[in-house]
């Protein structure tokens, strides 16, 4: 039953992991309410129960998705075997969901895939939640306190040095001069699973990842492989990286209603390049270690 290590050619795990994370977007596409929104990010970055390593790049966003698509309310995940180990027993007849992996090919080793980089090919893992087995409960870890959390993430801000400046009422990054526009906090509204306070800072990470992207910083450009759905990639790639972050942090990630215009745009650029939301995933990764934030800092 375990099939932990899958020899798909490279070409299905990404479209595997692809249709997935879609069929998210589409579900909760009504309410703006994408896998990185809510119940994803709410239980942190998805986390392996048997090494305690979090999972990375575009493996957050597919098992956000399955937790989004399935209900799943825990964040733990981990094969049938490592189960085992821990003593648990996954249930029968449970469906497995695919995380993938890169490994580095000797020199004389066979290709029986995609070459991703050099030598680094791609292959898939089964791996299954918490909410899926028996026998296995997490310990309940201590609390972090909301004033704990937000001033984490003030003080990285901070220490990022980005000029941020106070006006308007639209958030936005000036490329052109370089520098962050934010309305004042009192602007920002909470929500039932959002404090105002929460809301002004998913919004900051957002438009930090975009001011990442400047050709003196990270470069992030799409060129013509993307043409007009440009700007909505590098929008997506804003979006996980303030997702990324949100769970680092512990906050709340709320749904940005003004970005609805972009979902069209986003299920088109997934439904044609099946490698799309891998790279997205990876430059928003990027941008989270630029940032100097890839771990809760408390």
Known sequence: ????????????????????????????????????????????????????????????????????????????????????????????????????????????????GEDVSGRLVARASSVFNAEQVDGWELETPMPVSLVERITAVERAVSQIGAEIREGGSVACYQPSEDYIRMPATAKFVGTPTSTPTESYYSTLLHELTHWTGAPHRLDRAFGERFGDSAYAMEELVAELGAAFLCADFSISNEPRPDHAAYLSGWLSILDADKRAIFGAARLASEAATYLRVGAAPY
């Open 1 to 112: 039953m375990d099939s932990t290590v899958h020899s798909h050619s490279i070409s299905s795990v990404y479209e595997t992991i692809t249709d997935s994370i879609i069929l998210a977007i589409e579900q909760g596409a009504s309410d703006f309410v994408m896998p990185w929104h809510g119940g994803g990010p709410a239980v942190g970055k998805p986390t392996n129960a048997l090494t305690g390593a979090t999972y990375r790049g575009i493996n957050v966003v597919a098992l956000w998705a399955e937790a989004c698509v399935r209900g799943y309310g825990s964040g733990h995940w981990a094969t049938y075997r490592q189960w085992a180990t821990l003593g648990a027993q996954v249930r029968r007849g449970e469906q497995a969901s695919t995380v993938v992996f890169y490994k580095k090919l000797e020199p004389n080793e066979p290709e029986d």
